[in-house]
């Protein structure tokens, strides 16, 4: 697979249950950042985690990264139809000026 | 909030053309992307730039393809001689570090080359 994979490519579910998205990539890096983007809409980022990061939340995100296993999770806690949008992951490759890697995203579907 | 703008939302150029995308990062940032999105395919980074010089590109990049900073405020994409294939979603990102760094989005210009 190519840096920044993610999985599942879509998923739905229902109101107020927890959507949980992976990505995987091949080099080392300095942080992955998740981002989401509304359909045909920019991109609005969500969180970064550093690479000597392990977990780290925000509202109802929750992000994991496994450096040894070159993975992350992103969980979405008690979703809400507003989260419906496409999800990437972003990861550098280790690079001076931080290019960003996106994988081809987890579309999100949750229903009301 | 501080944000990245971008204009126009949507051009609409016949093959051949020449277009300028603008953008205007946030004031305090250092370091300025160009991105593309195909219609239903990923995110691609196009190129880098600090310090008024490209820094990076990628092989999408090419002669085609120019950046410039004009002012302390614009950063701009030129396209000489638009390609069908250069239909995309065009964003502009920043960011003050580019190491360790979140890089903010503009919301992007549709270009669609007939």
């Known amino acids: 697979s190519q840096q920044g994979e993610e999985d599942p490519q879509a998923l739905s579910i229902q109101e107020g249950e927890n959507a949980t998205m992976n990505c995987s990539y091949k080099?080392?890096?300095?942080?992955l950042q998740w981002y989401r983007q509304n359909s045909g809409r920019g991109l609005v980022h969500l969180i970064l985690?550093?690479?000597?990061?392990r977990e780290k939340h925000s509202g109802r995100l929750r992000v994991t990264l496994d450096t040894s296993k070159k993975s992350s999770s992103l969980l979405i806690t008690a979703s809400r139809a507003a989260d419906t949008a496409s999800y990437f992951c972003?990861?550098?490759?280790?690079?001076?000026?931080?290019?960003?890697?996106f994988g081809a995203g987890t579309r999100l579907a949750v229903h009301p | 909030e501080p944000e990245v703008t971008q204009t126009p939302s949507h051009q609409v150029t016949q093959m051949g053309q020449e277009v300028i995308l603008r953008c205007v990062p946030i004031?305090?940032?250092?370091?300025f992307y160009w991105y593309r999105q195909i219609l239903g395919q990923k995110v691609e980074f196009l190129v880098s730039?600090?310090?008024?010089?490209?820094?990076?590109k990628s092989e999408i990049f090419d002669d085609q393809f120019s950046v410039e900073r004009p002012d302390g405020s614009n950063f701009t994409l030129k396209i000489r001689s638009t390609k069908l294939e250069d239909s995309a979603m065009y964003f502009c990102?920043?960011?003050?570090?580019?190491?360790?760094?979140?890089?903010?989005f503009g919301p992007g210009t549709r270009l669609t080359v007939l």
């Open positions: 990102a920043s960011s003050w570090d580019p190491s360790g760094d979140t890089q903010y």
């Open positions: 004031s305090n940032h250092l370091y």
């Open positions: 985690i550093r690479s000597n990061e």
């Open positions: 080099t080392s890096i300095n942080n």
């Open positions: 972003a990861t550098d490759e280790g690079s001076g000026y931080n290019k960003l890697i």
């Open positions: 730039f600090y310090n008024n010089e490209i820094s990076e």
